[in-house]
């Protein structure tokens, strides 16, 4: 089953590829478009808003039709849009490009999680969720890594090329994968829907796993599509930096996936989401210092790491929510994780101009730690409901 998985991971790939590779490019864009970087800064918005917007249709669709043929159907479909988007010759049609991309996305990540609850026992489901994380954040640090070298060297285009161009290799590796992954289904009917979505909500933990992850997507991504104006700004002008510094958080995660199994031998759960929580205020706290590229790179790195133990914890028990509608439960849990990545960008903007990017951090630092303690409190506090 380890395998079949290992294989699955490669359709979440591609999705890491293709969620931050705007990040680092966003100068470059506007220049080539001739329009404002500011502009083209929200293509990040436009990116997760849709992937946010269209869990509650997604997430049962999964239960009913399958799940691994949801993810495959949506992979064919961010590859296409793909194609379009390095086609694009106008900001409209990139922006109509990142919004088909987004929701296209919206029906793998999350539910890819849901086939992990469905397959690996609760006690066993964090390392296998670290594991699944450790390709899904290669993904992601190539996605911003690799976005600024091929601008540099070629150009912003060959970075849609290049996720189209992985994500039909994968497809064509994980093709088969629908008759190897059992799976149960709920009978297709959508006037179960509604039902499913009051049980979910029904439970008392998860008004806690699902706010949490809305304040972390807003404290956490809110500042990432701004990271390369604000190199800009203090003179640093090569997109490969700016992928390199964003490259750094996507690292800590990779990092985290590795020693997941060390921190569930050594650490209780509750103890850490709290050095979660203290550990990336403080390195939010460095990136407001604003210092030189490399301390920012290794506080993104820290900030990285630290997140995880936080939203792994969360993660886990988001997929215990339900156990025969796991795909909306999981669905429910991007949803407001990716409003809350979709919001941030605005955000921080209103911020960037009112308090300046130092406070703005700041309180994107505060939020972190608040979150580490209260969730820890109330996870340990809060009884499971039954399904």
């Known amino acids: ?67 691994v043929k949801l993810m495959i159907a949506c992979l064919v479909i961010l590859v296409v849009a793909s ?9 409209s049609v990139l922006l109509a490009s990142r919004i088909v991309a987004g929701m296209a996305t919206g029906g793998i990540f999350p539910v890819g999680l849901a086939v992990i609850g469905d397959l690996v026992p609760v006690r066993d489901r964090q390392v296998a969720i670290g594991r699944w994380l450790t390709v899904i954040m290669t993904g992601n640090v190539l996605g911003a890594s690799v976005a600024g070298v091929l601008n540099d060297l070629i150009g912003w285009r060959s970075v849609f090329f290049f996720i189209a161009g992985a994500g039909t290799l994968v497809f064509c590796f994980t093709i088969g994968l629908r008759s190897q992954i059992p799976e149960r289904r709920l009978p297709f009917d959508l006037r179960s829907v509604p039902r499913s979505y009051r049980a979910i909500l029904s439970n008392p933990r998860a008004k806690v796993c699902y706010i949490a992850v809305l304040f972390e997507g807003i404290a956490i991504f809110g500042l990432f599509p701004y990271v390369a104006l604000l190199l800009l700004a203090a003179g640093e002008a090569r997109a490969s930096i700016a992928g390199l510094v964003l490259g750094g958080f996507s690292l800590g995660a990779l990092l985290y996936a590795m020693t ?33 590229w490399p301390v920012q790179f290794v506080a993104f790195l820290v900030a990285g790491y630290a997140f995880f133990m936080i939203h792994g914890q969360i993660q886990v028990q988001a997929t215990e929510l339900s ?8 669905a429910l849990h991007s949803l407001f994780f990716f409003v809350g990545q979709a919001t941030g960008p605005v955000l921080f903007g209103i911020g960037l101009v009112a308090i300046g990017a130092r406070w703005s951090v700041a309180i994107a630092a505060a939020i972190m730690l608040a979150l580490g303690f209260i969730c820890a409190a109330l996870f340990k506090r809060l009884p499971v409901s039954p399904d």
């Not at 156990?323 to 999981?330: D, E, L, P, S, V």
């Open 260 to 292: 997941v199994q060390m921190l569930v031998n050594r650490v209780r759960p509750e103890r850490q989401m709290q050095c979660g929580g203290v550990i990336c205020a403080l390195a939010f706290c460095v990136i407001a210092l604003e210092l030189s």
């Open 83 to 91: 194609f379009v988007g390095a086609m694009a010759t106008d900001y």
């Open 323 to 330: 156990q025969t509608a796991r795909g909306a439960a999981m």
């Open 1 to 67: 089953m380890s395998k079949t998985l290992f294989r699955l991971s490669f359709i979440g790939f591609v999705t890491a590829l293709a969620t931050r590779s705007v990040d680092p490019i966003v100068p470059a864009i506007a220049q080539g478009l001739s329009t404002d970087a500011a502009r083209v800064a929200l293509l990040s918005t436009a990116f997760a808003l849709p992937f946010a917007l269209i869990q509650p249709i997604l997430g049962p669709i999964a239960d009913m039709a399958g799940k």
